[in-house]
């Protein structure tokens, strides 16, 4: 398909044309992912049998049949209609994804995020594009909530994609932000903001969400991975010990004096004969062992001799051991204690490898399971020499029950998926069946044993045939010592294995509640984008009709003023200009109209702050009215100290007045305009404050360009100072300053009548508390009683820890007193 071929047919403006292409080549960029991403899911499908990649694998099909649709659509002129279809399904397969998928939430948020806002980029801005950008949010937060509460029980886990994710994320985030950050400067004010702060939120919440769990999954996995080494380890030498254990007891066997003279009693027959005659001897014998009943003398000679009767002892001794049994040199039966398939066991295998492995090298086979004994064993033999260790006598062997092993690997049990497993050199295992009264079972091994032993990490990450992805540990079944030989080349190694989703099971709690977390905060800020883009630009939106208003000849319009940000000053500024150019054309009544209701608001603010008997309340309704009647830069009140050395700010506006309250910010008295007017009890009024040198700049209030400072004052006595700044220079008058200086005296006989009301409640108080006394003295019944009360009394009152009273009374020529003590 060549770029004439896909150039929209219809005649378009160049604009739109621009946007129809890109979202042509959005949906052909999706289709071509959605297809690739399918035909990986339909491959996994058929090769595990993992239904869940088949539902997959038909939702991609569906989204890629949709961006061609949409790319179809956008081609002839409806880029708007085939997006959204494309942005509806993809909606659709990412959910579907999040609930079939274990651990992969957070990337199909960030799909979900990134992906809408890469896909109305190209559209026009309207109210649609603003609800589809956080309909994407919510569809990434949906995502994140089925991974975090999702059932496991139909669910699977995809290593690849987890393996992918950093790349895939990544890989969104710079093709979201160059997709967008081309259309960007076309969309509304709004939708910048919402498509700024919900792609910014989303970025921060994916990465700091992915990095942390990231971190504690890799170290989690590691100490799961080094205790399934342990694991492993262990059980390997309990393995070994087992096999030990039963090479040296049959190894003790074989040094019975009993079975060692008829062994070698046994190979005396052979002396005079050649290899060919004892090979036609034995062929013979093993035909009439397998033909004839066991009351056949060559049967029952060899269940009846002398020697078997030892070996009987040693499976009393050690039940585990069945089929045991001794051979001459040349493989034929001395003595056993079952009766074995073949006479002449020299053409067993494992007889041959106990033949042929030399002195003092025991064999062990490869477990078997035997018919006659239905049982799964092994063959363990060891080989008899002569008291010198020079020429070989026979074999001494038995078939050993793997009922022992069972318990070790029983004991390996981890959590409800963890297992341990004896990997066989031939590619099969042994494993406890899942009923535990079947035993054990050698099938087909289920881990790859070649993946395990490559170098590097001492465990891996395998997907089991069922689909299920295991951490999986190894370690050789080995031994040193007498036994090693024989052990050591079995080849076993013992696998310690348990399920991903198990394992990680504790992290993933703690991952979940993150992921539940980030979600809440994503979809806050989402609700938040919305809010707040609305609410930015509702006083530009509002400002614009304003001024269409004025150009349209209505000079009474007025832009609302809600805030002291650049906003609200551009506001402020534009209604100073039309309050200029309407005063002029009005003329002076009309000013004079202005000045009057300004001057009755400054008269109710004086009514309501000289009820105020707070002094904190009062400052903050001063500053505060003061600044909504007048719509000055900033207002402050000082109040000196109770050592009248500093002026300590009581109250003030906007964020800077929060600021400077919270650090208690003071000055000394005659510094600066405020400690200036303290001082001399003056009024300071400066129209430009850069050129006044006594002047004190405020980084918090970085735009003053005019200041007045007040005091607060009635005669003589200064209470303290109200500073009114603005940031225009002249934009104080002594117009302000009169006024400002009525309302500071209303606020001077305020503080004045607030601290009367608290000396006469106090006193109040005092008189209350002295008559209670008195009521309580004047109840006594006695002089001591009396006494007793007054002591305790003022006591009390006067928070002493002890109270004396002393009388003192003449009598006689003599002196005399009373004393009545209260103490605590």
């Not at 969104?172 to 792609?199: H, W």
């Not at 793997?402 to 295992?429: A, F, K, Q, W, Y």
Request: proline share 3%; no cysteine; aromatic share 6%.
């Amino acid at each position: 398909m060549t770029e004439s071929a896909l150039t929209p047919q219809t005649d378009l403006k160049p604009a739109t044309q621009v946007r129809t292409r890109a979202a042509m080549w959005l949906n052909l960029l999706m289709m071509v992912a959605a297809f690739s991403y399918g035909a990986y899911s339909g491959y996994v499908a058929m090769s595990t049998q993992v239904w869940q990649y088949g539902v997959i694998t038909g939702v991609m099909g569906a989204l890629a049949l949709s961006a061609a649709a949409g790319a179809w659509l956008s081609w002839r002129g409806k880029p708007a209609t085939g997006t959204l279809i494309t942005v509806a399904v993809m909606a659709l397969a990412i959910l579907t994804n999040s609930a079939l998928l274990i651990g992969l939430g957070l990337v199909f948020f960030a799909m979900a995020v990134f992906l809408t806002a890469t896909f109305i980029a190209p559209l026009p801005p309207t109210q649609a594009t603003q609800w589809v950008s956080v309909l994407g949010l919510i569809v990434g937060v949906v995502a994140l909530l089925l991974d975090v509460f999702g059932s496991r029980g139909y669910r699977t886990e995809e290593p690849v994609l987890q393996l992918l994710a950093p790349i895939i994320g990544g890989a969104l985030a710079l093709a979201s932000a160059v997709v967008v950050g081309r259309q960007f400067r076309n969309y509304a004010l709004r939708t910048k903001l919402i498509v700024t702060i919900i792609g910014t939120t989303a970025l921060a919440i994916t990465a700091v969400t992915f990095i942390s769990d990231r971190f504690a999954r890799t170290a989690f996995v590691d100490d799961v991975g080094s205790n399934l080494q342990r694991v492993a380890d262990s059980q390997a030498l309990a393995v070994n010990g087992l096999l030990s254990e039963q090479l040296s007891s049959l190894r003790a066997m074989s040094l019975s004096e009993v079975i060692r003279t008829r062994v070698a009693a046994e190979n005396l027959d052979y002396l005079n004969l050649s290899e060919a005659e004892i090979r036609n001897l034995l062929t013979s014998a093993d035909q009439v062992w397998i033909a004839e009943p066991s009351s056949n003398p060559l049967l029952s000679g060899v269940v009846n001799d002398r020697a078997t009767e030892e070996l009987r002892k040693f499976t009393r001794m050690f039940p585990d051991h069945t089929q045991v049994f001794v051979t001459d040199k040349y493989g034929g039966q001395i003595a056993a204690t079952d009766r074995l398939a073949h006479y002449d066991l020299s053409q067993e295998p494992w007889w041959q490898a106990a033949f042929n492995r030399g002195i003092g090298a025991d064999h062990i086979s490869q477990p078997e399971f035997d018919e006659q004994g239905k049982l799964l064993g092994l063959r363990v033999l060891v080989p008899l020499y002569t008291v010198g260790q020079q020429d070989f006598m026979g074999v001494l062997g038995a078939l050993y029950s793997l009922d022992g092993l069972e318990t070790v690997l029983n004991r390996g049990r981890i959590g409800e998926t963890g297992h341990v497993h004896v990997s066989l050199p031939n590619g099969s295992e042994i494993h406890l069946v899942t009923r535990p009264e079947l035993g054990l079972q050698v099938a087909a091994a289920r881990l790859d044993i070649d993946e395990l032993l490559r170098p590097g990490s001492p465990y891996r990450e395998i997907r089991l045939r069922t689909g299920a992805v295991h951490i999986a540990s190894q370690a050789l079944v080995a031994s040193e010592g007498a036994s090693s030989d024989a052990i050591t080349s079995l080849g076993w190694r013992v696998v310690a294995h348990q399920q991903r989703s198990e394992a990680l099971q504790p992290i993933e709690a703690r991952g979940r509640v993150t992921l539940l977390l980030g979600s809440v905060a994503a979809l806050a800020a989402g609700v938040f984008a919305f809010w707040l883009a609305r609410l930015l630009t509702a006083p530009i939106t509002q400002l614009t009709a304003t001024a269409a208003r004025v150009s349209g000849g209505d000079l009474t319009a007025q832009a609302p003023v809600e805030a002291n940000d650049e906003i609200g000053a551009l506001a402020t500024t534009f209604n100073v200009m039309t309050t200029q150019l309407r005063e002029s054309l009005e003329g002076l009544e009309q000013r004079v109209a202005e000045r009057t209701k300004a001057l009755r608001t400054t008269i109710e603010v004086s009514r309501r702050i000289s009820t105020s008997m707070d002094r904190g309340t009062l400052a903050t309704q001063v500053v505060e009215q003061l600044q909504s009647a007048f719509g000055y830069y900033h207002a402050h009140i000082y109040f000196f100290d109770e050592a009248r050395q500093n002026l300590v700010m009581a109250g003030g506006t906007g964020d800077a007045g929060r600021l400077l309250l919270e650090r208690g910010h003071r000055l000394p008295k005659g510094r600066g305009l405020v400690g200036r007017a303290a001082e001399r009890n003056e009024v300071v009024l400066v129209p430009d404050t850069l050129r006044d040198a006594q002047w004190l700049p405020n980084p918090l209030l970085p735009e003053t360009r005019a200041e007045v400072a007040v005091p607060i004052a009635v005669g003589a006595q200064v209470f303290g100072v109200l500073d009114v700044q603005q940031n225009v220079v002249n934009g104080l008058s002594q117009e302000d300053a009169d006024l400002l200086q009525s309302l500071a005296y209303q606020v001077a006989i305020a503080l004045q009548n607030a601290q009367s009301f608290e000396r006469a409640r106090e006193q109040a108080a005092l008189e209350a508390q002295v008559n209670a006394i008195g009521q309580k003295i004047q109840g006594a019944t006695s002089v001591e009683g009396a006494l007793q009360i007054a002591a305790r009394e003022l006591g009390r009152a006067l928070g002493g820890a002890r109270t004396r009273v002393r009388l003192k009374t003449d009598e006689g020529n003599g002196n005399g007193h009373a004393t009545t003590e209260r103490g605590d």
